[in-house]
């Protein structure tokens, strides 16, 4: 009886229960170890998956023409650090506490100290003469450098020097002397890529940790404007990932051509980091300006004297521009080869020597690119028709950009709508062309034109839309102006300007 109730007590039954329960745990866990081993799985899905020979003769093949274009084009990229040293002047400790604890003293001149901070960019090496190496890179990565150094993929450093550099294209050279030999980089042909070509980025992103990086993406667009500082490029759009520090580095194609320097992303992300959207210049933007770097250190342009405006959507109404491309001369410089050849205010610029100017940005673009004394053929629309009109180009040099005396006839003017009418409280029946801008020092600032008038004629001639505006001033004001005009309550007539 004592040995039944043994059995059936409390204690030995939970025993008997965690017994059994490990050894159907062992037993499971045996039988599962010896029927699925990792060998067995992984010899399971290699009877099961097979790589098609010809898809994996296609992707090896494209990975061997990679490691074969960085092996073209990385000893041509150079790594390029910088130091910029300012000073500035330091506040000196005379005056209150010192004076309240231990008198007044005479007072010390403030000293200057010195500040140093340090540049990463890249570069592409695409001369040499006579073991003197010319690498282009961006203006922005040496504008300021006090000090210049480039380091070469095989580890080697060389101090380096400004050879020239221009902020409107954003490009600049550096030169480095040496005895060792470096390869010079094949610059491509650009206006043959296209929107889904292999793109591939070289340079040095985020610092040297990461420098000689190769990344790889496609064509994404062509003819992007709108860059950093007003930079005049048609950019190549790209996928393939490139960060600060990729600046000045090369963009190649799949044969290891340069088709463009790698210069700037569009990021909402803190610190720049890359989403998906980088730029790089056109290499063909960039080959003329290489001989002029070493020649002059500078980059000459071409002029042709007028200000450009992309016209919105109520200047193309008015002016009968619909399903047109190009840019609007608003203003024109007296004596320039715009006036001198006959392009007028008002007139719509749509081709250079028969390439279409689809934008403000590219029509300057062409433009530069023209050699002072060089004749050029431009395509404008005047009254809704299109005409041919030849220019001999000028050299183009800040100063005579600049001299708004000669900018006619210096005032923009916009149409009025029921938006602005409303905005400015007028009447639903007020007419003219309200004054937008004014610029300083050209004849419409110095006749007395304002910002927030309203041109109702020039040179006593009715105007009511902008193609009267533009056609009175081209008909009507060749060698004198003056306007009637609208200021506040007041019909007014402006001083008269004379050529």
Not at 7 to 13: C, E, G, I, Y
Not at 264 to 283: K, V
Not at 330 to 353: C, E, K, M, Y
């Amino acid at each position: 009886m004592k040995f039944i109730k043994k059995l059936s007590s409390k204690n030995l039954f939970i025993f008997n229960l965690v017994l059994i329960g490990a050894i159907f745990g062992f037993s499971l866990a045996f039988l599962s170890f010896s029927c699925s081993t990792p060998g067995s799985r992984a010899r399971a899905q290699e009877s099961q998956v097979v790589i098609p020979e010809d898809a994996l003769a296609v992707a090896e093949g494209l990975q061997t023409a990679v490691r074969a274009v960085a092996e073209k084009a990385l000893p041509s990229v150079i790594e390029i650090k910088t130091v910029s040293v300012r000073r500035q002047q330091m506040p000196n400790f005379n005056g209150i506490p010192w004076e309240f604890f231990f008198g007044p003293r005479d007072r010390a001149p403030n000293q200057e100290r010195e500040f140093r901070s340090q540049g990463l960019g890249s570069g592409i090496i695409v001369r040499n003469r006579n073991g003197v190496y010319y690498a282009l890179t961006n203006h922005h990565v040496i504008d300021e450098a006090t000090e210049i150094t480039v380091a070469t993929k095989d580890g080697k450093e060389y101090p380096a020097e400004i050879v020239g550099h221009d902020a409107r294209k954003d490009l600049a050279m550096v030169s480095f002397r040496t005895n060792d030999v470096y390869p010079l980089a094949t610059l491509g042909d650009s206006d043959t890529v296209a929107v889904g070509d292999w793109a591939i980025a070289m340079g040095n992103p985020l610092g040297e940790q990461f420098s000689f990086s190769v990344t790889m993406g496609i064509v994404s667009a062509l003819g992007r404007t709108g860059g950093p500082g007003g930079n005049i490029n048609d950019f190549i759009q790209t996928d393939a990932p490139i960060n600060m520090g990729n600046s000045g580095g090369p963009l190649v194609n799949i044969r290891g051509e340069v088709i463009g320097i790698n210069t700037w992303i569009a990021s909402n992300a803190t610190g720049g980091g890359f989403l998906g959207l980088g730029f790089a210049i056109p290499i063909n933007n960039v080959k003329r300006s290489i001989d002029e770097f070493i020649q002059t250190g500078s980059i000459s342009y071409g002029w042709l004297g007028v200000s450009l405006i992309e016209p919105d959507r109520d200047f193309i109404r008015d002016l009968g521009l619909e399903n047109r491309r190009g840019a609007l001369a608003s203003q024109v410089f007296l004596g320039s080869p715009a006036d001198n050849g006959g392009i007028r205010a008002g007139d719509f610029i749509t081709h250079v020597n028969g390439k279409e100017a689809r934008s403000v940005q590219q029509l300057q673009m062409f433009v530069g690119e023209l050699r002072a004394g060089e004749n050029a053929t431009l395509t404008i629309i005047r009254d809704r028709q299109s005409r041919d009109i030849r220019v001999r180009i000028e050299a183009r040099t800040d100063t005579i950009a600049s001299d708004n005396r000669k900018l006619w006839p210096g005032v923009t003017v916009v149409p009025l709508t029921d938006q602005i009418r409303e905005n400015l409280q007028l009447d639903s029946n007020a007419r003219g062309l309200l004054v937008a801008q004014v610029i300083q020092g050209s004849p419409a600032d110095i006749v007395g034109l304002r910002q927030g008038d309203r041109i109702s004629s020039v040179n006593g001639q009715t105007v009511t839309d902008l193609a009267s505006f533009y056609r009175v001033l081209r008909e009507r004001a060749s060698t004198e102006l003056w306007f009637g005009m609208i200021r506040g309550n007041s019909s007014i007539e402006s001083l008269r300007f004379t050529r």
